[in-house]
């Protein structure tokens, strides 16, 4: 004999209690099992109530899914810009990017993660601005969890202050990220070098002194930086390089270095890692190189396989 269909409705509505996406479809699907198979009368009723609560719960499902935040990963590493709002780095991304985005002189004029790709030294590595992270990001507060989420899966950090602003500015925003259990390489970014007026070379030394004491690392690097000075923005292209913890290794090839990208490789890479990159079968039959660049005693030298390659050489591998 089935179960009353009051009981039933609300034994469904308890059962449903707190039950979001999947896991709400599997008991639906298990509740809408367990009815009788009348056409009409209340049981029927509650199959089409039931039937109504499955397309909402899908609909649901999709719409988070389409408002989730995801940034597709391209280039050799993944880099956020993090910092509190207004802290200058959408001027930043788009200063060391091709990217035109909108900027502006208020807090949250960018509500997305923001992808750009730039080049350094050939290779492509993808810069994210991350919108400014606030006190209580950890617990959703300016919908802070999803950001983290996105910067859990950067390989590294350019945390940005605006060097007119107060080091607590960026504290706030280092707590959160710490909060969250992320631990990556990082660099202190002071943006907004150029504002500083006529004072600014001395409030320039506070601040960068205030980043190294506020830093749980004592090895951080800070760099003061301007949109407007080309060369401040070539020492932090350098920075964010040595952050990947990668090496770019040109190939050689008949005695001319090829103008492509060079290849960007883990640190600690041989000239048999290389090969393989190059080619797989070429990885299989490769016995050696000769090598020009810091890895080598001198230009041209011969070394075999495991030879381990630094940052800047130019390698021509030899196959058997």
């Known amino acids: 004999m089935p179960m009353p269909h009051r009981t039933f409705a609300e034994v469904a509505k ?19 099992g367990e009815l009788p198979g009348y056409r009409n009368g209340p049981y029927a009723d509650l199959r089409k109530w039931l039937d109504g609560e499955l397309d909402r719960t899908r609909t649901r499902a999709k719409v988070l899914h389409r408002d989730s935040i995801q940034v597709r990963r391209e280039g050799a590493a993944q880099i956020a810009l993090v910092g509190p709002p207004n802290a200058g780095k959408s001027s930043l991304l788009q200063a060391l990017s091709d990217i035109q985005i909108k ?12 992808p750009a790709l730039t080049r350094i030294g050939g290779v492509l590595v993808q810069l994210v601005e991350i919108p400014g992270l606030i006190e209580g990001a950890r617990d959703d507060r300016g919908g802070g969890r999803a950001l983290l989420g996105v910067l859990r899966n950067a390989d590294a950090i350019v945390y940005c202050r605006a060097a007119n602003e107060p080091a607590s500015s ?25 504002e500083l007026g006529d004072a600014g070379g001395e409030d320039l030394r506070r601040a960068c002194d205030d980043a190294c004491v506020d830093s749980t690392d004592a090895q951080v690097v800070v760099l003061a930086v301007s949109v407007l000075d080309d060369e401040s923005l070539d020492d932090l292209r350098e ?9 770019r290794v040109h190939p050689r090839r008949d005695g001319v270095v090829e103008q492509q990208e060079p290849f960007a490789l883990a640190a600690g890479a041989t000239v048999a890692d290389l090969a393989d990159r190059v080619h797989h079968e070429l990885g299989v039959s490769c016995s050696g190189a000769r090598v020009w660049g810091p890895s080598a005693r001198f230009d041209g030298q011969r070394v075999g396989r495991s030879h381990v390659l630094s940052d800047g050489d130019v390698v021509e591998v030899i196959a058997r």
Do not use: C, Q
């Open 103 to 114: 900027t502006g002189d208020y807090a949250f004029t960018t509500l997305r993660p923001v």
């Open 239 to 247: 920075a964010i390089w040595n952050l990947t913890g990668l090496i």
């Open 170 to 194: 960026l504290d706030v925003v280092r707590r959160e990220v710490a909060a969250a259990g992320i631990e990556k390489p990082a660099v202190v970014a002071l943006t907004k070098a150029d």
């Open 14 to 32: 308890r059962r449903l209690v707190g039950k979001e996406g999947s896991e709400r479809v599997a008991t639906i699907r298990a509740l809408l």
